[in-house]
């Protein structure tokens, strides 16, 4: 197996794994949240307040999406704010022996019956020590009996599910596409994107026979993940393929990004055929990796100005002419 056969296949089954993780992801996600697809699907369930009687936690029921209709409904006096606002109120309403707490946007005067629709949740610790503490301090004849769960109308529990449904149908888009993307190129390598890089040099196969009679060949001379042969410039990482021809180059420059954190240094590479790629480095290797390049190719335009840039944008085709004119001329 030569060199571009195992960087096809490794590409080729990178995309796959990613497939299965992402599908499976997907999968895996479906059985869990299976009782929030069919809540959402067939939900608000209307419920007796006595069918939350005994309920410990969100897994002893399969209707957590319900409504429970004329309960009387008592305030604990609780309310959390957020900048100053009132923005959850908390009150309880009776389920057979038991107590359940209900967190809303709504404030109960008093008692009074009222109608709920919302998630069954769990009490979160803070709920826990502020709300059922204190409401059991109050009324010390129902400690004990508040159930650890509790209604939520804060928030639409369908939208919420909506979301989650959106994220998973993107991320299964995104499995099937690598697998599709996977299969394409297992069945047809012709159409995987190292050959299609390299068929502007000539048939895939051959250029294929080419570089790996150069790579063993010696004399390679290599800066950090570019290689240097005979005719070609070469930059393969985990990641990434990027290769031209000597014969190829029109302009190379250093390209610096600055950051928060810094400055990225890339060794910038174009060729006759209107392609470029970036070549990421330190500093120091991105100028040896420049210099090499240049001696390899010596009629190359060296270094970056707005007018070489305007050049290369709008007037791509004269550039490139000048400087195979330059070549033919160096090279005579």
Known sequence: MNTIERIMKKG???RL?????????????????NKYIINFIN????????????IQSVND????????????????????????????????????????IV????????????????????????????????????????????????????YDFKVGVMIGLGIATVILLIGLWYLSRWFKYTTNPETH???????PFGDPLNVASQLEMELNAGGVQKIRSVQFTRNWLLYITQTTFNLTRYQDIVWLYQKVVSGRYGKTYYAAVNDRFGRSFLIQAKQKDVAAILQTAAQHAPWAIIGHDKDTQKLWTKQRDQMIAAVEKRKTEMTR
């Open 43 to 54: 939900g608000p369930y209307v419920v007796e307040p006595e069918s939350l009687e005994n």
């Open 61 to 100: 029921t399969d209707k957590i999406y319900i409504t429970v209709e004329d309960v009387m409904t008592q305030d604990t006096g609780i309310y959390y704010e957020v900048d100053g606002r009132p923005e959850s109120y908390y009150s309880r309403f009776p389920v057979g022996e038991n107590w359940l």
């Open 103 to 154: 967190k809303s946007s709504t404030s109960v005067r008093g008692a009074q019956p009222m109608s709920w629709t919302g998630e069954i949740v769990s009490l979160t610790g803070e709920e826990r020590r502020e709300v059922v503490q204190s409401v059991e301090q109050e009324f010390p004849s129902i400690r004990g009996h508040i159930l650890p769960v509790k209604l939520t109308t804060k």
């Open 17 to 33: 794994i990613v497939a299965l993780i992402l599908i499976g992801s997907v999968v895996v996600a479906g059985v869990f949240l």
């Open 12 to 14: 080729t089954r990178t």
């Open 193 to 199: 994107p190292v050959m299609q890089k390299l068929r």
